[in-house]
């Protein structure tokens, strides 16, 4: 069973900038995608990025030059940076993987099997 920790959310100014992780744990096999979604209160939760065993990388267009993710396979750790940091960034991000190949768009939350409990980033002006 994979297990999936988030931490690093907070609150913090427009302009500023957070750097979330992800610890998994539990897997035999290396997560073919892994993932960070968001979810707004009274919104559908979004992809916001992902990133392929092979390095692959996906972004949805409203955090694209402003969010960076990363993966250290050798730490088992998932991370996003995410500056410049707008009030519409605000949600609870979660991580999540899938062991999955096929499994079409890389940012549709449907698609990942594994997810964390969430972490909170509050951006305010």
């Known amino acids: 069973q994979v297990h999936l920790v988030e931490s690093g959310g907070d609150s913090v100014q427009v302009g500023g900038s957070l750097r979330l992780s992800c610890a998994a744990s539990?897997?035999?096999?290396?997560?073919?995608?892994m993932g960070w979604f968001r979810q707004a209160p009274g919104s559908k939760r979004e992809g916001v990025a992902t990133?392929?065993?092979?390095?692959?990388?996906y972004y949805a267009d409203s955090v694209k030059g402003r969010f960076t993710i990363s993966r250290d396979n050798a730490k088992n750790t998932l991370y996003l940076q995410m500056d410049s940091l707008k009030p519409e960034d605000t949600a609870m991000y979660y991580c999540?993987?899938?062991?999955?190949?096929?499994?079409?768009?890389?940012?549709?939350?449907?698609?990942?099997?594994?997810w964390g409990q969430g972490t909170q980033v509050t951006v305010s002006s």
């Open positions: 539990g897997y035999t096999y290396s997560p073919s995608y």
């Open positions: 990133v392929a065993e092979n390095g692959t990388l």
């Open positions: 999540a993987a899938t062991t999955s190949f096929n499994i079409g768009y890389p940012l549709r939350p449907a698609t990942f099997r594994y």
